[in-house]
């Protein structure tokens, strides 16, 4: 009995010592000084954690392919897609195109957010007059492709690539903001509402209070602390723990409570922005060979998509089915009257055909899809072999006030971008110097650094390379801005449905036959599948004991 009764009393001894090692607070492991107490000065850790995918998107693993590999042939003699092998890092990826109703829920918000500018509601309107052809009547679509309801799970066109990139900024926008009000951080969406009402049926004390900043959210602005007051911040902000926060006041000076404070982005709570993909994720995209791979070793390339050589489903159920939307030949859209093969004449609904390996709807046909590199035809011999990419233009957000870290505003509420002026991170006198110079000046070239004199160029978007402009419309249509799409439409035929095959247009233009999907930046590990793979053993960090010393 006694022995039974040490034996019980040791696992209980163990139980409350594992529990207590649990409830310890993590330690620097340079400092050992402790995180998340108040008491020394408010040093944060925060869960490490792999986040997860914005709305909408499919996590694609990286790894290495050869880019251009899948073209077996060059039916345009541009020699524009030379064999090249590349890694791209782990992303997150649209799992369907950008559709009819994604678009009216971006030009509803316009109308309802700022209902006297028609400039940025027209400028953000596609151009339906692209479905407009000399010898065709389709005057129909330009008139309802956009807003019918029948239409609203189709693919959107008439998107030029500037405006895919305004949408992408909305969008990352709108997804923050909800996050953080679902969660409490901000306003919820029925206290805003009942503030921007009037108060509604709580009109009287303890209503919402309308919120200080009339300008809608933007991450960034509220990430830098200018986006927080009355009427803005939510029940449930995070605490916090610096010797130098101060308690929360309300309208009349009273306080309120503990003091807390916005999200930042160590929290890991907002996500990533979206942006349009680069045109070597979205051929890795495309491809899918994970779907091929077993130990890395790539059993079978592709043409397209999926696999074999033909266009055709080779399944029972849809033996015979196209896999694609697509031209299948000259006045052959959409197959024969009675069966239907691809059951599309013109674009078709964003979730239609098999999705491929990675479960992207739509790689190949539908729409060709706007990506984010400028076009040159050398891009492929010419750029990094690690997340390749041609586009850069360096920019940063001005400083309406640097000595207090302010960013400035435009309209909108949005930072202004300017052209960065150095090639590394400045001392803290050019920092002033050249944000005054860009609060006096509204430089819209690249400039020079005012302090070291020597000339930088910001815009990489040709890699330095020689563009002469002056013969762009008379023996080359290949300039800055020049914008890569891929992937194929519904109306073309089956070679460019090859995810290798490249075409570009001007940023400013746009077709019937072009629109658009997401991807946003993957942080952290890009391991997507870690289980029943194997992995080295890690020993966690010890803590450090100052009194055992």
Request: charged share 25%; glycine share 8%; hydrophobic share 30%.
């Amino acid at each position: 009995m006694k022995i039974l009764f040490t034996r019980t009393a040791l696992v209980l001894m163990g139980v409350g010592a594992l529990l207590s090692s649990c409830s310890k607070k993590p330690q620097s492991s340079k400092t050992g000084i402790t995180y998340n107490d108040k008491t020394n000065g408010g040093y944060e850790r925060f869960k490490q954690t792999h986040p997860a995918p914005g709305p909408g998107l499919v996590p694609i693993e990286g790894g290495t392919f050869v880019m251009g590999g899948s073209a077996d042939e060059d039916l345009t003699f541009d020699y524009n897609n030379v064999r090249r092998r590349v890694t791209v890092p782990s992303f997150y990826m649209d799992e369907t195109e950008v559709s009819n109703q994604d678009w009216l829920d971006y030009l509803h918000w316009i109308r309802i957010t700022f209902p006297a500018d028609y400039e940025l509601y027209y400028n953000a309107l596609p151009d339906t007059l692209v479905w407009r052809r000399p010898l065709s009547y389709n005057e129909p679509y330009v008139e309802n492709y956009l807003r019918h309801p029948a239409y609203a799970d189709y693919p959107v066109v008439g998107v030029s690539w500037d405006q895919a990139q305004e949408y992408c900024s909305w969008r990352t926008d709108r997804m923050n903001e909800n996050i953080l009000r679902e969660e409490g951080r901000l306003e919820s969406w029925k206290d805003l509402a009942s503030a921007t009402q009037g108060g509604g049926k709580n009109k009287g004390k303890g209503a919402p209070q309308a919120p200080s900043n009339k300008d809608p959210f933007n991450t960034d602005i509220y990430l830098n602390g200018q986006y927080t007051g009355p009427g803005i911040d939510g029940k449930k902000m995070i605490p916090d723990i610096s010797p130098t926060a101060k308690a929360t006041t309300g309208a009349k000076g009273k306080t309120t409570g503990k003091p807390v404070r916005p999200v930042r982005i160590e929290d890991g709570i907002l996500k990533q922005r979206y942006r349009l993909p680069s045109e070597a994720e979205w051929e890795y995209a495309a491809l899918a060979l994970a779907g091929n791979t077993e130990f890395e070793n790539v059993d079978n390339n592709k043409i397209y998509p999926w696999n074999g050589l033909g266009v055709r489903s080779a399944k029972q159920k849809t033996r015979g089915m196209i896999m694609a939307n697509f031209k299948r030949g000259l006045g052959d859209n959409m197959g024969v009257g009675g069966y239907l093969n691809d059951k599309a004449d013109i674009t078709a609904p964003v979730r239609s055909y098999p999705p491929n390996d990675f479960g992207l709807y739509n790689m190949a046909g539908n729409v060709n899809e706007w990506v984010q590199d400028t076009y040159r035809q050398t891009s492929f011999e010419e750029f990094d072999d690690f997340n390749p990419f041609r586009g850069n233009e360096y920019k940063n957000k001005r400083l309406s006030d640097p000595q207090k870290d302010k960013l400035a505003k435009d309209k909108y509420g949005k930072p202004i971008l300017d052209p960065a002026v150095s090639a590394r991170k400045q001392t803290y006198a050019e920092m002033l110097a050249s944000q005054n110079k860009a609060n006096a000046t509204t430089p819209t070239t690249p400039t020079a650094n005012p302090m070291a004199g020597k000339p930088y160029n910001p815009d990489f978007r040709g890699a330095q390379d020689s563009v002469n402009n002056s013969l762009y419309g008379t023996t080359t249509l290949v300039n800055d801005k020049s914008k890569v799409y891929k992937g194929g439409s519904w109306n073309d035929m089956a070679y460019w449905l090859n995810p290798a095959t490249r075409r570009f247009m001007d940023e400013d233009q746009s077709s019937a036959e072009v629109g658009f999907r997401c991807a946003m930046t993957m942080v952290g590990a890009p391991e997507i599948y870690p289980s029943g793979k194997p992995h080295y053993t890690v020993k966690k960090q010890k803590n450090f004991n100052a009194k055992a010393q």
